[in-house]
């Protein structure tokens, strides 16, 4: 079974600071590992994702995350925050399997002070 | 290429009514999901369709709620006899094929239902 906790129900940071969302994961097998955005009223939007190859994972808006085996985590940054960034933060897991569903944490509410 | 449309995006029901919420994927996409959002809490999984079958349905709860997807026509979500807790936002996802090996699954922008 695959679990998610992310550290942090809300991240308040001044534009142009760095942004860093915690997430760590459990799974008893190899995971795929998600970062959603949510804007107000909005569905979700992919930011990035990590399957196989390189544990640095570029997204969109400027985002990238890491996969870090050894520490279970899937932690996302932003070097630069911009105010349009405000929003909640999903990261999710599934499985090395085919009929998964994917797994989200609680999610993390980004606040951009100016 | 039109998104996973989600209808009604907003939708009122008095205890005990009934709440129909209705999911066409994306175009080529036969597989769907459905999640719930509540308030200061994640998305849990509801259930996992494809066209004519329901493959997982484990996060469902056990009365008043189903899903189909038809071999023609939306995914559809019903909620029988709803009272105040069923009231979330409630989210489809679909993908080109199953959504384990890391495939993206792609939503929709979610129907809100509120029980009065």
């Known amino acids: 079974a695959q679990s998610v906790t992310q550290l942090g129900s809300h991240v308040s940071v001044s534009e142009g600071a760095l942004v860093l969302l915690r997430c760590n994961y459990s799974?008893?097998?190899?995971?795929?590992l998600f970062w959603y955005v949510q804007y107000p009223n909005q569905g979700l939007q992919l930011l990035l994702k990590y399957t196989t190859g390189a544990t640095l994972v570029k997204g969109i808006n400027g985002f990238e995350a890491e996969f870090k085996k050894s520490e279970t985590s899937f932690h996302l940054t932003k070097p630069s925050a911009h105010m349009s960034d405000a929003a909640e933060y999903f990261c999710?897991?599934?499985?090395?399997?085919?009929?998964?569903?994917?797994?989200f944490g609680k999610g993390t509410r980004l606040s951009v002070i100016a | 290429n039109a998104g996973v449309m989600q209808n009604p995006r907003h939708l009122v029901r008095r205890r005990g009514q009934e709440a129909r919420l209705r999911c066409s994927p994306m175009?080529?996409?036969?597989?769907v999901y459905w999640y719930r959002q509540l308030p200061e809490e994640g998305l849990k999984f509801m259930v996992y369709l494809q066209k004519e079958n329901i493959i997982d349905e484990s996060g469902m709860p056990k009365e008043r709620f189903s899903a189909e997807f038809p071999k023609e026509g939306p995914s559809i979500l019903r909620i029988q006899q709803v009272v105040r807790g069923d009231s979330a936002a409630y989210f489809c996802a679909s993908s080109p094929r199953t959504g384990g090996y890391g495939n993206t699954i792609y939503f929709g922008e979610g129907s809100w239902l509120t029980v009065v």
């Open positions: 175009k080529g996409h036969s597989h």
């Open positions: 999710a897991v599934s499985a090395d399997s085919g009929n998964t569903p994917l797994v």
């Open positions: 799974s008893s097998v190899p995971p795929y």
